[in-house]
Structure formats: C-alpha cells, structure tokens
C-alpha cells in the first residue's frame, strides 16, 4: 500500500512541477517564426485513468520542443503543439509506445 502512496504523490508532484515549467516553455516560443509550430492529435489506446493521462501529458511535456500537451481519458488521444525543428511526430509518437500505450497515426490539426 506504502508504494502505491508513493507513486501518487510522486505523480501529483511530476504533474504540478511539470504544468507550472510549461508555462514557462510557453513563453520561451513566442519568439518562433510563423509556420514552425504544429498542432497535432495523436489517437491513443491503453490509457484507463488519470494517471495514464498524467503520465503521458508529463512524458511529452519534458521533450523539447513540446510548447503545449493537452491529454483526454474520455477522447483517448493527446493534442500536442510542437516546434517542428526540434522534435518531429514520429518521437511523439515512440515517446508514448514507450509508456506501453498504442499510439495511432498523427493527425494534423488547423488553429
């Protein structure tokens, strides 16, 4: 019971370090050209609770390049807003196969 305590503290502690350093990679982009950042919806199977969802949103969201991660239990996939020239939709992709979800075919998305 001890570890599993553990590993939602450790979780609550991972997902609030990593909302409140995303904010701040937020602003380190604003000074992007026009046409460097995508938005894309990666499909994913596997996920089954808050914990996968918080999982997968602090994977992406310590990658570099990732300016925003917005991950959906109910929709099953993760909206990611990347910079094209330091991470490309394939590594977001593998990142999330690593986690043992299924990730699907990337989808881009118009803003």
Do not use: H, W
């Amino acid at each position: 019971m001890s570890r599993r305590i553990l590993f939602v503290i450790l979780l609550i502690f991972q997902t609030f370090f990593f909302a409140c350093s995303g904010s701040n990679s937020q602003n380190n982009q604003t000074g992007l050209n026009e046409g460097e950042v995508k938005l894309i919806e990666i499909p994913i199977d596997g996920m089954s609770c808050m914990s996968c969802v918080a999982n997968v949103k602090t994977t992406l969201s310590s990658m570099d390049g990732v300016v925003e991660v917005i991950v959906s239990l109910q929709e099953k996939n993760a909206k990611v807003r990347y910079d094209i020239q330091k991470v490309t939709a394939e590594q977001l992709k593998n990142a999330i196969n690593k986690l043992s979800y299924k990730a699907g075919k990337p989808k881009e998305l118009t803003e």
